[in-house]
């Protein structure tokens, strides 16, 4: 239980807050056109600002559905708080400069203008959500509109339970009291919450007391009836709340959904928001068309040098494993002989990794070409085209041979959950100094379970460091 609030409210204070970081966008929009050109309109250079204005607005709009920047708004920190605003101008910025690029539209706006729009807004923004944040709590607190939660659990839980609840509590609710329904603790107080009730008095003491909500955390075996205590509960016209802690693995996320007409409860390692994957597609697609433009222009040089030293196709193509065990093929500049395959055998007892993986230094199958397009990373290159046809993501976890793939464990498994990808946590964090296939595993498991648009972007910039100064590949 992430946070004690109740849907209306969640709903209610996210569209405010979305409205307030709309309303900051127009406003830091015609402040940094007044400093810029010393006037405020739409449509100055006929309708090219009031085109970017919305582009804006619905860029914003798009980032608000698919990543949900604000979970624990109330929660949040100054520092906290201005990292949030931060993150959701640089990513819309982002897209709005790969859009910019797409359709070659980026010389007709003020580099200054953009510039003084990102860092008003920031500031603008982040100042307003202060305020907000302020006031309605003020408000909420003014005119008593809390819900009040009853807690209903054992007396093995209720501690546990109570504390995790006040660790995560806010403003918009109050947990007023406790039932404990296995053993008669009533008149005694747990975290200065008192137990107001049993199992026998628990309907009287509901009916005659303020009561919005109701938390239950409880094995059916625990209770003689759970299911005519909820009916009992709906009947009151009270919201309930079934903890599923008590019902399930112990898995990242639990959902109720309905399948092939079926309502379930379904186990996920983690739950993808389908509009943050949606993004991430355009990302890719948006990625690889313009990787595989400069695939074409590095190709035009490094081809030729591929066949003079080593005669044969200068693609090295060679089938892995993808999404959840499909199999695809692979495509990089050939870095090696002929006859690299044949020859892994014979050189095994020189493999530097433990567990699956083959890694060697000074590898003799590999070229002299071959070093050189590797220690850049040019040899990557051909793998915009598995981005492009949905076989591998720009960034991802490491797509495994089929030879390791048949060796696997069936926790391993776990990595292969979302697409491999042409960069990831493993590329960018030493890869030449991890010996441990352990560590790659522990890497890609890192990636899925914090996985975001913006630790994607975070981890294409440092790839670029990384290509640049030529750290990591070997």
Request: proline share 2%; with cysteine; net charge positive.
């Amino acid at each position: 239980m992430s946070q004690v609030m109740t849907g209306k409210n969640t709903d209610l204070y996210r569209i405010y807050v979305q409205i307030l970081d709309l309303a900051c966008l127009c406003l830091s929009f015609f402040i940094a056109m007044w400093i810029r050109f010393g006037v405020i309109t739409i449509k100055l250079q006929g309708t090219l600002y009031g085109l970017l204005l919305l582009l804006l607005v619905l860029s914003h709009i798009l980032i608000y559905n698919v990543h949900d920047f604000y979970d624990g708004f109330y929660k949040r920190g100054f520092y906290d708080e201005f990292v949030n605003v931060f993150q959701i101008n640089l990513v819309a910025a982002l897209l709005v400069s790969g859009i910019f690029f797409f359709f070659q539209a980026g010389s007709y706006y003020s580099r200054f203008f953009l510039a003084s729009l990102l860092l008003i807004n920031i500031l603008i923004d982040y100042i307003a959500r202060q305020y907000f944040k302020v006031f309605s709590i003020s408000y909420y607190k003014k005119n008593n509109i809390i819900n009040s939660f009853l807690l209903i659990t054992t007396k093995d839980q209720v501690c546990s339970i109570v504390r995790k609840m006040l660790d995560n509590k806010n403003w918009q609710s109050q947990i007023t009291g406790i039932a404990v329904i296995d053993e008669n603790m009533t008149g005694q107080v747990v975290a200065g919450i008192p137990i107001v009730s049993d199992k026998d008095n628990l309907i009287d003491v509901i009916t005659k007391s303020v009561v919005d909500e109701v938390f239950i955390s409880v094995r059916h075996s625990d209770c003689f009836n759970l299911d005519e205590l909820i009916l009992d509960l709906e009947n009151i016209g009270l919201t309930i709340h079934l903890s599923l802690s008590n019902y399930a693995f112990n898995m990242r996320a639990r959902t109720i959904n309905t399948v092939y007409g079926h309502n379930v409860l379904t186990f996920e390692p983690r739950v993808f928001n389908k509009g943050a994957l949606l993004l991430k597609r355009a990302e890719d697609i948006a990625g690889s068309l313009i990787g595989i433009i400069a695939t074409v222009i590095v190709g035009i040089f490094v081809v030729p040098a591929i066949m003079i030293e080593s005669p044969g196709p200068f693609i090295f193509s060679q089938t892995r494993v993808g999404k959840n065990g499909r199999r695809f093929r692979i495509y990089k500049f050939r870095s090696m002989y002929m006859d690299a395959e044949k020859r892994k055998k014979e050189l095994m007892q020189h493999n530097e990794m433990q567990g699956l993986m083959f890694k060697m230094k000074n590898d003799p199958r590999v070229t002299k070409v071959g070093r050189f397009i590797r220690k850049t990373s040019i040899d990557e290159l051909p793998q915009f085209f598995n981005v492009l046809l949905g076989d591998m993501s720009l960034v991802g976890t490491r797509p495994p041979t089929e030879d390791e793939f048949m060796h696997y464990e069936s926790r391993f498994k776990q990595r292969l959950v979302m697409r491999p990808g042409i960069t990831g946590l493993w590329q960018v964090s030493g890869r030449n100094k991890i010996k441990n296939f352990e560590d790659v595993l522990k890497l890609d498991m890192a990636f899925i379970n914090n996985w975001s648009i913006m630790l994607d972007v975070r981890i294409l910039i440092k790839t670029v460091v990384y290509v640049l100064l030529r750290l990591g590949a070997e």
